[in-house]
């Protein structure tokens, strides 16, 4: 079982106990399918691992599973995941070209954000698949992404659109989470000013050959 400790610094480090840390995503994907760590289990469906190109350059991360994602466990498959494939392909990238997850793998009751606990004890699991996916640019997806990935003290309003990092490797993007453009509409325009910040950054990786 996986778990999550600090270190002096107050970071958190990954940490498996009861088998050894997993050396591929589909070893991993097995870890989290068995995982009873917090209360969402109970609830779920499916586990929503993540999905895409298992050596991704770009890495989208948003919050955690709604209910057609806990349905197919597949991440952003719903109302949101079909406006992010829009902006995808308006950007010229194609979706299996790119790694997709959550900051949980299974779905917070009525779409609720996920609890400190309940984040954090997916958290290794997250940190791992970025070590095993090496992503060069990691696009996050909204508030509660942004908290757990980059600080409790980060505000997407102030830090949306503005490159962090490195960060886990990669040049950190935040930005708004789809659901969120679908709820306020003025919110669309600097989001696809970010979106054309990280085009722009990934097909110059592709021009590199990275």
Not at 80 to 91: H, K, V, W
Not at 110 to 127: M, Q, S
Not at 129 to 142: A, D, F, M, T, Y
Not at 147 to 168: C, E, M, N
Request: one cysteine or more; aromatic letters at 6%.
């Amino acid at each position: 079982m996986a778990r999550a400790t600090r270190s002096a610094s107050g970071s958190l480090q990954l940490t498996f106990d009861d088998l050894a840390v997993p050396q591929t995503l589909e070893e991993l994907e097995a870890v989290v399918k068995n995982c009873r760590k917090c209360p969402l289990a109970a609830g779920r469906t499916n586990v929503v691992f993540g999905e895409g190109n298992p050596h991704a350059l770009l890495m989208f991360i948003g919050e955690g599973p709604g209910a057609e994602e806990d349905r197919q466990g597949r991440p952003f498959v719903g109302p949101a995941g079909q406006l992010l494939d829009r902006i995808l392909a308006a950007c010229g990238i194609k979706r299996e070209e790119v790694y997709i997850a959550n900051i949980v793998k299974c779905r917070p009751p009525g779409n609720r954000v996920p609890t400190k606990e309940e984040a954090e004890a997916c958290l290794p699991y997250l940190r791992r698949q970025i070590e095993l996916i090496r992503p060069k640019i990691i696009v996050l997806l909204g508030a509660t992404a942004l908290q757990y990935l980059v600080g409790s003290g980060a505000r997407i309003t102030k830090i949306r659109g503005q490159w962090l990092g490195p960060l886990y490797g990669a040049q950190i993007m935040p930005t708004y989470h789809p659901a969120a453009l679908l709820r306020d509409a003025s919110k669309k325009r600097p989001a696809w000013e970010d979106f054309k910040k990280v085009r722009d950054a990934y097909f110059g990786l592709k021009r590199q050959g990275l």
